[in-house]
């Protein structure tokens, strides 16, 4: 079996180190030998100017990123190809970047560190807590359940929103369709959206959705910045429909210099990096190996997407 491997994402040591720990495959960092490739580990990114029938003896890919949006999963299926995603590995630092972000704007951090510079010494009132909230999770997967988990130590009442209704672990509820939909969006405090971008929900977060959602609700993205109608959040903050939004993520990415949500009250901006971590390139070097063990056993392998 032979694997073709980004090495911008793992260096040559570690993966010479996983060849070794899992032996019967042979590893490639050569674009030029993606005819002879059996499986490649790449970005989703990758197949932009890549088509499959330059790989006619693919069977498997594993991505190293959680989100997968802009592949076509259909061609895969043609294919039986096998596509697995990598979203145990970012699910723990996202979630803690969830509650970095709830915090800040909570607790209004960037008033008393910009307090420090000068030397002031302002109280400045606090209105919200996470403690006896409630916590609405569109999109009750991997990053879902640990978001959840968290909030559930905070003494907050989670409901996941998912495509079907299956028991999700330290969820409350769990609501599926238009009408559950709805109910999260009308008893949350914080609406955490933590589900991929695809054709059904380019957008899902437009003007009518934010009209929704409690005029105190605050609004958390740390999936894709395509789910959101960028000027519908803009006017929904701007006139106070919602009290605060916090964005990993916009559309498009880098967000301009000279875009208004840069300027708008009550809104924290990073910049896409929810998902680092130090333990980043343990965590993704565990998946691959179990995930080329499996295979090289027939097994069923972790985190199959289609």
Known sequence: MLIYMDDRFLDLDTLYAL????KGFSITTDPNDLSKVDVVMVMPSFFKDKELNMMPKLSWVQLMAAGYDGLDLEAFRKR??????????YSIQIAE????KILFLNRHLDRYHAQMKTKVWDRHRVNHEIYGSVAGIVGAG???IEIAKRMKAFGAKTIGYRTRQVETPHMDETVTGPAGFDRLLHESDYV???LPLTKHTKHIFDATVFAKMKKNAMFVNIARGGI???DALVHALKTKT???AALDVT??????????LWEVEEVLITPHVASESPFQIERLTALLETNIKRVLENASLENIIT
């Open 19 to 22: 060849a070794e720990t899992t």
């Open 80 to 89: 039986n190809i096998v596509v697995t995603n990598a979203k145990d590995v």
């Open 97 to 100: 970047d969830v509650f970095s």
């Open 142 to 144: 991997a990053i879902g």
């Open 192 to 194: 955490i959206a933590a």
């Open 228 to 230: 959101v109608s960028q």
């Open 242 to 244: 919602i009290r605060a």
């Open 251 to 260: 559309d498009p990415e880098p967000l301009p210099a000279d875009h208004e």
